[in-house]
C-alpha cells in the first residue's frame, strides 16, 4: 500500500504540471478556448498548495488541503458550466484535478489507526540506540533526563522540516526544564548532518539506521518514500511521524501517533505536558 501511495503522489504531482503546460500551450494557440483557463486554474491550486507549504514552514495543512480541493472542486463546476462539450479539459479537470485532490485528502494522506502497545503512556520506554552525527551511538537509558524524541521522515518534508523549527525557537524554554530535545530519521546520516546545520539551536539530530528503533516500536513505513527520490541518497523505507515525551525516568509522559502526516501536535502541547508532570 506505501508503494501504491509513493507511485501516487509522484505521477498526480508530474501530471498536475503537465496539465499546466498543456493549458497554457493551447491558450496561446486559441485565444478563445477559454475552458482552458479554467483547467489551468484547477491543475495549478494543488501545485500552489504544494508551493506554499515548502516557501512558508507550514507543520500543519488539514484546513489548507481542503481549501485548495473546495478550490478545484469550484474549478470544475465552473469549467462544466463554460463548455460541456470541450472533453479534453474536462477530463483533466476530473481525473487529475479533482479526483487526484480527493485521493490525496482522504487517502494519501491518512494512514489509517495508528496503536503502540509500546508507547502507551505509563509505560517506561524500551531503550533506543541511535547514531549522532559524528558517528557516536547514544543509548536513550543512560541520558537520565526528561526527552522530548519527534521521528521524523526525512529533510524531504516539508511539514517534518517546519515542525523541527518550531521546535528550535521553544529550545530555551525546554532546556530550562532539562528536557533532551532528539530528532530522529532513518535518513543517510549526510543528510541528517545537513539538516543539523541549519540550527544554532543544539538539538540532537540522530539516525536511525535501517529504522530498526522505529520497527521496534511500530511506526516503521516500509517503501514510504514519494516514488524518485531515492536519486537523492534517501531509502524507500521511512517512518511515521511520531512524537513520544518521556521523563527522566524514561516514563511515557505524552504519545502522538498521528493518522494524518498532516496533522502535527501544536508547538505548545510539548511545554503543557511537562509543566503537569512537574518537570
Partial sequence: MNRLKSLFLSTWITLLAIGVIRGLWVLTQETEATVWYWAVFALASPLIFFAWIFLTNVARTAMASKATFAITLFAFIGALATSISTSEPLIWIIVVAVIGSALYEWWYSRFGERSSSILTVGKVLPNLELMNTEGALIKTNELNKPLLLIFYR????????????????QYRELAEKGVEIMLISPQPQGHTAS???????????????????????GIAASNGLPAGLEALGYDSDTVMPTVIMTDAHGKILFADLTDNYRVRPEPDVFLNVFTAAGI
Fill in 154 to 169: 526525512g529533510n524531504w518534508c516539508p511539514l517534518c522540516m517546519a515542525q523541527i523549527k518550531e521546535v528550535a525557537t
Fill in 195 to 217: 539538516l543539523a546545520q541549519r540550527f544554532d539551536a543544539p538539538m540532537n539530530f540522530l539516525v536511525d539506521h535501517d529504522n530498526a528503533m522505529a520497527k521496534r516500536l
